[in-house]
Each structure stands twice: as C-alpha cells, then as structure tokens.
C-alpha cells in the first residue's frame, strides 16, 4: 500500500485531506472552546447587517460544519492510506466546500471585504479536492 501512496494522485489526496482536517477541525474546535469570544466578535461584525440578530444560531451552524468537515476528512485521509477508498474524503471536502462558501457569504454581508478575499485560497482548494477525489 506504501508504494500506491506515494503515486502523485494518491499523495495528494492523502496530503490534501490531512490538510483540510487540520484546517477544520483547529478551526471548528477553536469555535467550540471559545464560543463566548467568538460570539461577541461576530456580534460586532454583523451589527450592520440583516444577520445581527441571527449571529448565534450562525455561529452554531458554522462551527457544526467545521467539525463535521475536519472529522469527515481526517477519517477520509484515514481510508487512503488504509485501502484507498475515498467515501469519507469526498464527504468532508464537499461539507469543507459548503462551509468556506458559507464563510464566503458572512464576509461579503459583513462588508469585509479582505476576509472574503482571504478565503479564495481555501475554496480553490476544497474544490480541487473534490476534483482530485473523483482520480
């Protein structure tokens, strides 16, 4: 199996879910143990918004699908190496998808415009994990 992960297709993969678990479940998990603080600077943020007084349930929303990409993918990275099959990646870098595309969103309705922009990178890279998955 060590030989098939280190084809190119294989190694991405692998490497691309590891970082999308890291990138999700540190992410998620910071909102979990830090709600508090995350809750009063969003409140802030959406203030002038249609949102402000949905901030909560937004929060609670995002930090569900962080959570749930971060594992998804990490079980994912843990199929590649295991078998090669891929369920669990695909999975976690749609909701990883979903989840930027959502972060997108509040960023633009917030009028932060450099945050928007600060998650272009990300986007194009779930994307092109989801692309990557269907090798």
């Known amino acids: ?17 590891l ?12 909102k979990v143990f830090n709600f508090a603080d995350n809750l009063g600077w969003l409140t802030g943020h959406f203030s002038k918004t249609p949102f402000r007084s949905q901030v909560k349930m937004m929060l609670i929303t995002i930090t569900i699908g962080e959570v749930a990409a971060g594992v998804l993918t990490l079980m994912g990275a843990g199929q590649i190496a295991m078998n090669g099959e891929k ?32 998650l272009v990178p990300y986007f194009i890279l779930c994307v092109g994990q989801v692309v990557l998955l269907t090798q």
Not at 1 to 17: D, K
Not at 19 to 30: M, T, V
């Open 19 to 30: 970082f999308l678990a890291i990138l999700f479940l540190q992410s998620g998990l910071d």
């Open 87 to 118: 369920t669990f990646a695909m999975y976690g870098a749609q909701l990883a998808t979903l989840d930027i595309v959502m972060l997108f969103f509040g960023q633009r309705i917030a009028k932060d415009y450099a945050g928007a922009a600060s």
């Open 1 to 17: 199996m060590l030989h098939t992960l280190l084809q190119p297709i294989p190694f991405a993969q692998l490497m691309t879910s």
